[in-house]
C-alpha cells in the first residue's frame, strides 16, 4: 500500500505546480494527511499539513504562498504551490495517517520540484 504522488516538474521561479497525492488504495478514509520535502542535502521537512481537527497547519516560509486541500471522498491531497523560489527545489511528499492507529503512517513516493532561478 502506498500513496502516489504526481505533479513535480521543473518550473522557472515565480511560477507555480500543483501537486497531487493520491491515497485511493488506503483501506481506510486518512483524516491527517500532509505533505513534506526534502531539500538537496537536507533533513526532511512539514510543507503544509491537515490535523486531526481538520484545520490547516504551514510552514511558515510557505504561508501565503502554498495552499493544501483535499478531497475526502477521492482520498486525495494537494499542494497548490504558487510564486515559488529555487529553495523550494526539493523531493515532495505526501503521507497519510490511519485514524485508527495514528502510529501507522503511509507516504508516497515522493515527486520532484525543480525551480530555476
Known amino acids: 500500500v502506498q500513496l502516489q504522488a504526481s505533479g513535480g516538474g521543473l518550473v522557472q521561479a515565480g511560477g507555480s505546480l500543483r501537486l497531487s497525492c493520491d491515497a485511493s488504495?488506503?483501506?481506510?478514509?486518512?483524516?491527517?494527511m500532509g505533505w513534506f520535502r526534502r531539500p538537496p542535502g537536507k533533513e526532511r521537512e512539514l510543507v503544509a499539513t491537515?490535523?486531526?481537527?481538520?484545520?490547516?497547519y504551514y510552514r511558515q516560509t510557505m504561508e501565503g504562498r502554498f495552499t493544501i486541500s483535499r478531497d475526502i471522498a477521492k482520498k486525495q491531497a494537494y499542494l497548490q504551490m504558487n510564486s515559488l523560489k529555487p529553495e523550494d527545489t526539493a523531493v515532495y511528499y505526501c503521507?497519510?495517517?490511519?485514524?485508527?492507529?495514528?502510529?501507522?503512517?503511509?507516504w508516497g513516493q515522493g515527486t520532484l520540484v525543480t525551480v530555476s532561478s
Open positions: 491537515f490535523t486531526r481537527g481538520g484545520t490547516t
Open positions: 503521507n497519510a495517517e490511519d485514524p485508527s492507529n495514528t502510529l501507522n503512517v503511509y
Open positions: 488504495s488506503l483501506p481506510f478514509s486518512p483524516r491527517v
